[in-house]
């Protein structure tokens, strides 16, 4: 274990890597809930993405502990799930199909990682487009959470309006809401998970949530139920991009976050290993795709394990062993996804959480605030993630073009701006 781990060298001990796993696991745990629920709202069976989900967070943590040995923890990303039910319904294809266009990304994802492409590209895009589309995919997420749960409801003439309080659905909506808000205030650890707890619990009492059985074995997995030849007759680039790109961006930002925190990051700026650790999200992404899962990502609540002393991958085989444990609760989670009043509340707070980087964004310049806030205005307004990248990247380098800083921008962006354009004009989204 320490020649594998190098614990001492890492200041830590297996108790406290174990302790650091259990907080990991606790605050993501709630992907394998939601994850499912997402999906299956898409067409897809809600045992394969069980399944799924807890295979790709497996493989993916798994590479993470032992070829990068860092505390990060893998699983099917948010907002990248609720992108691919958009597609499908908004698109009129098959999930097969999406499923295609996730495998492509996943491939091209483990090419860039063997190359310096992935650098080129993260340093080509501009900050204020990079906070933009995960602010605009926090947003896209917390209005999913609120179409869900019957907060915010269709209307003939606003488009949408507040939904009705008399709802059963909607007032333990609610509940679980500021019930997880109470304990994130309190800075309890693992209060998004508890928060689902405490929810599904009130929904038990009041009849909302009902369980057929609670420990099962597993479902059997499915595997390579895709289509990638329908990605290309149906000319779904842009889904194959807006998967790469912010599967890209969600990781990159997230490893840096958490190699920040535990003290990873060298003085030059560098990450040691972190072409091990992009390889095991890329890794991850195509193996779920197989199996029937929308991209992985890093998750940026591993860092609650780093808080918790976890240093080393020992903290990642944790997590990754309580991720095999929970196959054999599939009942529980197939009652718990039914109930969308359980998981929309996670949504909304992890929309919230995604905000951080408008911070960063220099409201003070035009051509660097307007891009990120047409990204932000079309991403939930539209219901398409797609739609939001491709707005920023055609408005970033015009406007940039039009004020005189044309040569500010990398070519990649005006590539891509070009390609977006044609896009839009000979294969629009809706």
């Not at 796993?21 to 999906?39: E, K, Q, R, S």
């Not at 070009?418 to 839009?424: A, D, E, P, Y």
Request: with cysteine; net charge neutral.
């Amino acid at each position: 274990m320490e020649k594998v781990f190098r614990l001492k060298e890492n200041n830590t001990n297996p108790r406290t890597e174990v302790m650091a796993g259990v907080t990991t696991f606790l605050t993501m745990v709630y992907i394998i809930v939601v994850n499912p629920a997402i999906l299956s709202s898409a067409g897809v069976p809600f045992e394969q993405v069980f399944m799924a989900t807890v295979i790709s967070a497996l493989v993916g943590t798994l590479i993470m502990a032992f070829a990068a040995n860092y505390p990060i923890a893998i699983a099917p990303g948010m907002g990248l799930n609720a992108y691919f039910a958009s597609v499908v319904a908004s698109q009129g294809v098959s999930y097969q199909v999406v499923f295609g266009t996730v495998f492509i990304a996943g491939l091209l994802f483990i090419l860039l990682s063997l190359t310096k492409l992935r650098e080129t590209l993260i340093m080509a895009i501009p900050d204020s487009l990079k906070y933009g589309i995960t602010s605009g995919i926090g947003l896209f997420i917390a209005f999913l959470g609120l179409k869900m749960s019957g907060i915010v409801v269709p209307s003939e003439a606003t488009m949408v309006t507040f939904g009705d309080l008399h709802q059963p659905v909607t007032l333990l909506t609610l509940a679980g809401l500021f019930i997880t808000l109470g304990l994130m205030a309190r800075k309890v650890k693992g209060a998004l998970f508890l928060g689902m707890v405490i929810t599904g619990i009130l929904g038990y009492i009041t009849g909302q949530l009902q369980f057929e059985g609670f420990v099962s074995a597993p479902p059997a997995p499915v595997f390579f139920d895709i289509d990638v030849a329908g990605v290309f007759s149906q000319g779904l680039y842009t889904v194959v991009f807006a998967f790469l790109l912010v599967t890209i961006f969600d990781t990159t930002g997230t490893m840096i976050g958490v190699a920040e925190q535990a003290g990873f990051i060298k003085a030059d700026g560098s990450l040691p290993r972190a072409k091990s650790a992009l390889m095991a999200d890329a890794i991850a992404t195509t193996t779920g795709s197989m199996f029937g899962t929308s991209p992985s990502t890093a998750y940026i609540e591993s860092t609650s394990g780093v808080a918790a002393g976890g240093r080393t991958g020992l903290t990642s085989i944790v997590v990754a062993s309580l991720f095999f444990l929970s196959i054999f609760i599939s009942p529980i989670v197939a009652a718990i996804s039914d109930l969308p009043a359980i998981t929309a509340p996670v949504l909304i707070i992890v929309g919230c959480f995604m905000m951080e980087g408008l911070a960063r964004v220099d409201w003070k310049t035009f051509d660097e605030a307007f891009p990120a806030f047409a990204i932000l205005l079309t991403m939930p307004l539209t219901s398409s993630i797609a739609t939001g990248i491709s707005i920023g990247f055609i408005t970033y380098p015009l406007l940039k073009l039009v004020s005189g800083k044309g040569k500010e921008v990398h070519w990649i962006l005006y590539f891509f701006g070009i390609i977006f354009v044609l896009q839009m004009i000979f294969f629009p989204a809706h």
